[in-house]
């Protein structure tokens, strides 16, 4: 997320921020409700799931009592290469 909001900061402070608060905010979510974000099609692993913030996807699993995050990726990113 650093490295977009530091790409993104460089045309405008503005939209960097609002990404790093939509993550955050999205970060936040997912201690309450984990599976709100849908199976990554590319994966089709249930337990794989993303959320979209802007132009990026938040890739994250979740488990019995947690969820860890594994990528933060444009949207256009192919999965299967990472």
Do not use: C, N, W
């Not at 900061?9 to 503005?14: E, I, L, N, P, V």
């Not at 609002?18 to 409700?33: E, P």
């Not at 994250?60 to 990472?82: K, M």
Request: charged fraction near 25%; proline fraction near 1%.
């Amino acid at each position: 997320m650093e490295k977009a909001a530091a790409f993104i900061g460089r045309d405008s402070r503005f939209y960097a921020a609002a990404l790093v608060q939509g993550t955050r905010a999205a970060a936040q979510s997912l201690r309450i409700f984990a599976e709100r974000g849908r199976v990554v099609p590319e994966i089709e692993a249930s337990d794989i799931r993303a959320l979209f913030i802007g132009s990026y996807r938040r890739i994250y699993q979740v488990t019995v009592d947690r969820v860890f995050i594994l990528a933060f990726v444009h949207g256009t990113r192919d999965l299967t290469a990472l």
